[in-house]
Every structure is written in C-alpha cells, then in structure tokens.
C-alpha cells in the first residue's frame, strides 16, 4: 500500500514551535535535528506545554549552523545548532535520565524570562543514547528528546475524519507530527509495519495516546480544551495507550525523505 509524503516538521526543541520542511535526513534518532534539545528547570527536568502552553509561542529556527529562538516582544537569542560544549548536566524526560550539556547561559536566561521561570536549555550530544521502549521498538533503537520514539506518522485522512466528528476543525499542528501523509484511507497507517519513505525504511512501533497537548492552539498558545481530545478520547480509547492518534515509528535504515516521495508499506 503506497502514500505520499505530504509535509515534514521537526521541533529542535521539544515543545517550541516546529519547522515545517521540504527535505530531511531521516537519522537513528529521527528526523535530524528534531528534539535534540530540551527545556529543564534547574533540577534538569523537562518542561513542556502541557504545564506551560506558552512554549508553542516561542519560534525556533535553523540557520546553516544556529538554531534561532525568538517570541513576542523579545529579541531572539542563537545557539550553535550542534553545540559541542557546554555545562554538563543530567536532563531527565519521563523515566529516562540521560548526560546533557547546556551550551548557552544568555540562552538559559532568555528562556527563563520568557517562560517566567528558571530554566536551561539542555542538548543532547551524540554520545548520548538514549533508547525507546524495547517492548514495542525493538532493542537498541534510539530516540532524541521526544516521548519515546523517533518518529511520529499522521495521515491527512485520519485528521479529516477526526474533524468531522469536531464542533471546529483543528489543524494538524495540534498532533505536533513529523511526517504526514496523503493517500491511506482514514487510521490506515494503524496497519502499517516496516515501510519505506524516500530511502528510509522505518517500522511503526505502536499507536500514539495523545496528552492534553492537542487542546492548545499551537499558533497562539491559549488552550481550547477539551477537544480534540475528548472526542477521541471516547472514539478512539485504549486501555493500555489512551485516545489514539498517530503512530510512533522508528529508524531501520537511515535515508534521505522528501514532500512528495512515495511511502510504501509492503503489507
């Protein structure tokens, strides 16, 4: 069964704003550059929207080798895209605990003023391994400093049948995904295995539960609640993973991806 790639979004920094593409290198890690770094308070815990739905506010953006940070009112701040130094630090997302540095103390500073509250900006350098749940990624299979998986695989039919069912459409940002998809018949990719995307090949892993995350407004930061959440809460429940929508997927060969390339599931 074959698709079409029909946008590519990275987050450099889980929770700010995503960058939508045209081409991406499909990395172990996932889409490069995606969720290398992460926002810590000063015991190096990650923040994210679902405390903090101002974060969706703040722009990020990759100039040759500068990751740009700019909000309302505030003049940007520039970090090297690929810090190589910095204050070591431990960043702990979820249950995982994983060496960090932070390279940029004017960064630190521009956050916590922006943000309202102290926090640091954490990379993730290559030495770092950080790895998915082995029960539904298989062993070995690294992750940046997204949920849990290197990929998340929306389909533009499963967005148009959830809307459907909405009071007002939302827009797929609210699904914060990295690669969609047009052609598959609604939830489609559910089905899904090992599948090629340009000359990637990349499994899904297991359904996304979707978080309170779907009901800020990612253009303005205001959270909108309860939908979509609790529409799919109740449409599409499950007990071990929530409201499902999306699928987290993981790298089997790394590749080069473009809009518009063919992805094919040879199921």
Known sequence: MAATVSQLWVYPVKSLKGIRLEAARVTARGLAHDRRFVVVDPDGCFLTQ?????????????????????????????????????????????????????????????????????????????????????????PGKLVGYADGYAHLVVSEASLAALNARLPRPVSIDRFRPNIVLAGPGAF?????????????????????????????????????????????????????????????????AEGDLRVGDEARNPG
């Open 188 to 252: 489609e990719e559910d089905a899904w295995t090992d599948f090629t995307a340009g000359t990637a090949r990349l499994r899904m892993a297991k359904p996304c539960g979707r978080c309170p995350i779907t009901t800020t407004d990612q253009s303005t930061g205001e959270v909108t609640g309860p939908e979509p959440l609790a529409t799919l809460g109740a449409w599409r429940p499950s007990e071990a993973f929530g409201a499902r929508f999306g699928m987290n997927a993981v790298t089997l």
């Open 50 to 138: 679902r405390e903090h739905p101002a974060m969706a506010t703040v722009w990020t953006e990759i100039d040759g080798g500068e990751l740009r940070l700019s909000a309302p009112e505030f003049d940007e701040v520039k970090v090297p895209l690929e810090p190589v130094s910095g204050d070591p630090l431990q960043a702990e997302v979820w249950s995982s605990v994983t060496p960090a540095i932070a390279p940029s103390p004017k960064a630190d500073r521009w956050l916590s003023e922006v943000l309202g509250r102290a926090c640091r900006l954490a990379y993730m350098p290559e030495s770092t391994r950080r790895e998915s749940d082995a029960r539904y990624a298989g």
